[in-house]
Nanobody
Framework: QVQLVESGGGLVQAGGSLRLSCAAS????????MGWYRQAPGKERELVAA???????YYADSVKGRFTISRDNAKNTVYLQMNSLKPEDTAVYYC?????????????WGQGTQVTVSS
């Protein structure tokens, strides 16, 4: 089992910055990749950014050049630095961990943190 606790959401004006954190605990040795998803009202959840245990990263086109995902393996924490925020970035952001242990692949989710960008 893996537990994820997010922090860092809030209200910011357009053009501002926020940093989200996601601390993992439990069977963290099994985590192969971590990422951030978001879900805006009336829309499907979408992948924003992801990082593997080896440090490879992925970004959605809508956030490239503005968001940066990083990972501190010693602290079992993943961060999402969000700069130049836009109103369309407003959503609930969820941390995700992909775990592969004993031949089983599982996804774990945090509780979500609200990010609101005002125009």
């Amino acid at each position: 089992q893996v537990q994820l606790v997010e922090s860092g959401g809030g209200l910011v004006q357009a053009g501002g910055s926020l940093r989200l954190s996601c601390a993992a605990s439990g069977d963290t040795i099994c985590i192969s990749a971590m990422g951030w998803y978001r879900q805006a009202p009336g829309k499907e959840r979408e992948l924003v950014a992801a990082i593997t245990s080896g440090g490879s990263t992925y970004y959605a086109d809508s956030v490239k050049g503005r968001f940066t995902i990083s990972r501190d393996n010693a602290k079992n924490t993943v961060y999402l630095q969000m700069n130049s925020l836009k109103p369309e970035d407003t959503a609930v952001y969820y941390c995700n961990a992909e775990s592969y242990c004993s031949g089983s692949l599982r996804d774990y989710w945090g509780q979500g943190t609200q990010v609101t960008v005002s125009s």
